[in-house]
T-cell receptor
Framework: KQEVTQIPAALSVPEGENLVLNCSFT??????LQWFRQDPGKGLTSLLL?????REQTSGRLNASLDKSSGRSTLYIAASQPGDSATYLC????????????FGAGTRLFVKA | KAGVTQTPRYLIKTRGQQVTLSCSPI?????VSWYQQTPGQGLQFLFE???????NKGNFPGRFSGRQFSNSRSEMNVSTLELGDSALYLC??????????????FGPGTRLTVL
């Protein structure tokens, strides 16, 4: 059974700091891994998607890496801004005759101005 | 291109009633997945539909059901509502392709409150 864990559960940093969010999963047979952000009471916004055959993806100040063998992914945010404050969710997708996505509990990030 | 839309956005029901939620995917997307989000359990997978067929289902009781229409729009139904069904219900659409690049796009959700 696939389990997804995110550490830390919450993080508060001053503006401008670089930071790393961690995601670990128990079953390496994944289809892809997607990072999302969620603002309070809202839906999810896709940030980055890494295919199972890839090692990393970059978009602007965000960089996500994937190490399937160790069951880990990291989301690196450079030069954090107050607008980055949100909950960041890691989602592992499996294809077992149909897609199933398992989410971590998220990391709540607060960037102080 | 319009995003994923969900209706209604907010819903208040009483225990024992039933409810139907609707999701319209992004044009061209054939896969629709449903999730329940609660403070205690986080985001949990309900089911996934592709071309009108349910391909996968999460660990929820039979009171939760869904369907997908030929235009890819999807509905989910919850019968005999319980207080614990109060949650944000999120729908996501994707192309449903098997190439590994299948990105899910989420709607804004329907906030269901059961009194």
């Amino acid at each position: 059974k696939q389990e997804v864990t995110q550490i830390p559960a919450a993080l508060s940093v001053p503006e401008g700091e670089n930071l790393v969010l961690n995601c670990s999963f128990t079953d390496s047979a994944i289809y892809n891994l997607q990072w999302f952000r969620q603002d309070p009471g809202k839906g999810l916004t896709s940030l980055l998607l890494i295919q199972s055959s890839q090692r990393e993806q970059t978009s602007g100040r965000l960089n996500a890496s994937l190490d399937k063998s160790s069951g880990r992914s990291t989301l690196y945010i450079a030069a954090s801004q107050p607008g980055d404050s949100a909950t960041y969710l890691c989602a592992v997708r499996r294809n077992t005759g149909g897609f199933k996505t398992i989410f971590g509990a998220g990391t709540r990030l607060f960037v102080k101005a | 291109k319009a995003g994923v839309t969900q209706t209604p956005r907010y819903l208040i029901k009483t225990r024992g009633q039933q409810v139907t939620l609707s999701c319209s995917p992004i044009s061209g997307h054939r896969s629709v997945s449903w999730y329940q989000q609660t403070p205690g359990q986080g985001l949990q997978f309900l089911f996934e539909y592709f071309s009108e067929t349910q391909r996968n289902k999460g660990n929820f009781p039979g009171r939760f059901s869904g369907r997908q229409f030929s235009n890819s729009r999807s509905e989910m139904n919850v019968s005999t509502l319980e207080l614990g069904d109060s949650a944000l219900y999120l729908c996501a659409s994707s192309l449903g392709s098997s190439g590994g690049t299948d990105t899910q796009y989420f709607g804004p959700g329907t906030r269901l409150t059961v009194l």
